[in-house]
């Protein structure tokens, strides 16, 4: 199994222990509340999108990856999603070194 597989696992699961908070609007307000500690955004996501995620969370300076495509990021959770941010620290711990 490799570490995007491995890493994939990992957000389905913190998906189920309600530690991921998904969709466009919830993102944006939970990282402009600090909420946010990772933020996974669609490699294939559409500009307009990229830009304010990106300007938003530079601002406020929550690390994204752009690791995952729509389709990868929508079979992780068990739904089609674009944008997703972790707020469990344990979590993030696990997938930055699968990151890297």
Do not use: W
Not at 37 to 55: E, M, P
Not at 71 to 95: H, T
């Amino acid at each position: 199994m490799t570490d995007k597989n491995k890493l994939s696992n990992l957000l389905g699961l913190a998906q189920r222990a309600g530690k991921v908070i998904s969709g466009e609007d919830l993102v944006v307000k939970a990282i402009q509340h600090q909420e946010a500690k990772l933020v996974f955004l669609a490699s294939d996501a559409a500009a307009n999108l990229t830009k304010k995620i990106a300007d938003k969370s530079t601002y406020y300076k929550i690390e994204v990856s752009t690791v995952f495509d729509t389709l990868e990021l929508s079979m992780a959770l068990g739904k089609p999603r674009k944008v997703v941010c972790v707020v469990d620290a344990g979590f993030i711990k696990k997938m930055r070194t699968l990151m890297n």
